[in-house]
Each structure stands twice: as C-alpha cells, then as structure tokens.
C-alpha cells in the first residue's frame, strides 16, 4: 500500500492510494496517466453528460405534448430521461403500428415521477403491464 502522485491525461494531478505487487502498481499508474481523466473532470463530464440527455428528454417531452411530471427538480430530470428511455422500448417492442402511439400515450400519462423512477428497469412488457386495464380497453374497442 502506497500513495502515488498521478499526471491525468486532462492535465490534472492527484495523490491516490495503490494496493497491490510493484508490477500492478506500476501498470496500474501507467493506465491511469496515459487513459484516465481525474475525478473532477469526469464527474464534470458525466454532469454534462446528463445535463445534455435530460434538456433532450425534456425538449422531447414537450414536442410530443407528454404531460409535466410531477416531482422536485431532480426527480423530474431524472424521469424525463427514464420516460424517453420507456418510450423508445415501447416503439421497439414489436407492437402493431395503430397501437403503439396509443399504447405510450397510456404510458406516458403517468406523471408521477415516483412511478418512473421505481419503474426505470422495467421492459416493455413490465410497463405494458402495469396499465393492462387500459391496454385491454383499447383492444376491446
């Protein structure tokens, strides 16, 4: 165990801490000098990163006149990005094409974001199935 001073490829410098044999240490350092960007700079990029796909996912939202999602700021950044993701896995289920914008018109009306946000993991047929009833109805008519 050992601490090392590190030369980022962004620039930047840090102290981190190694464990292991002098080999994987040495190659440990020569991977993260030549690869790697500090921590700051990659959580700088993945906020940046998410910043970008919640603006999309909310500009897309409104372009298709989805419903406003009720929740705090982050909640609701959060579930757009979750609601865009559930509406692209419904229109690659394999749906009949006269269904499928019915279907994520049922979907998407949930506008809680507790929904989506406990929902983020479900496939196609997981969020199918949690709006059966209304889904049944519209084949029924």
Same mark, same amino acid.
């Not at 018109?105 to 989506?116: F, G, K, L, T």
């Not at 969020?127 to 889904?135: G, T």
């Given at each position: 165990?050992? +601490?090392?001073?590190?030369?980022?490829?962004?620039?930047?410098?840090?102290?981190?801490?190694?464990?292991?044999?002098?080999?994987?240490?040495?190659?440990?350092? @020569?991977?993260?000098?030549?690869?790697?960007?500090?921590?700051?700079?990659?959580?700088?990029?993945?906020?940046?990163?998410?910043?970008?796909?919640?603006?999309?996912?909310?500009?897309?939202?409104?372009?298709?006149?989805?419903? +406003?999602?009720?929740?705090?700021?982050?909640?609701?950044?959060? @579930?757009?990005?979750?609601?865009?993701?559930?509406?692209?896995?419904?229109?690659?289920?394999?749906?009949?094409?006269?269904?499928?914008? +019915?279907?994520?018109?049922?979907?998407?009306?949930?506008?809680?974001?507790?929904?989506?946000?406990?929902?983020?993991?479900?496939?196609?047929?997981?969020?199918?199935?949690?709006?059966?009833?209304?889904?049944?109805?519209?084949?029924?008519?």
């Amino acid at each position: 165990m050992a +601490k090392y001073t590190i030369n980022y490829k962004c620039g930047h410098t840090a102290e981190i801490q190694l464990f292991g044999n002098r080999d994987e240490r040495d190659r440990k350092i @020569a991977w993260l000098e030549a690869n790697a960007v500090c921590p700051e700079c990659h959580r700088a990029r993945m906020e940046q990163e998410r910043a970008e796909a919640t603006a999309k996912a909310a500009a897309d939202a409104e372009a298709e006149s989805l419903p +406003k999602l009720n929740g705090t700021p982050k909640q609701i950044a959060w @579930a757009e990005t979750i609601r865009r993701d559930a509406i692209d896995k419904l229109k690659a289920a394999g749906l009949k094409e006269e269904i499928v914008g +019915k279907v994520i018109a049922i979907v998407c009306a949930e506008a809680d974001c507790r929904w989506w946000i406990d929902h983020r993991l479900d496939d196609s047929k997981a969020m199918m199935m949690a709006h059966k009833d209304a889904i049944m109805a519209l084949r029924n008519n």
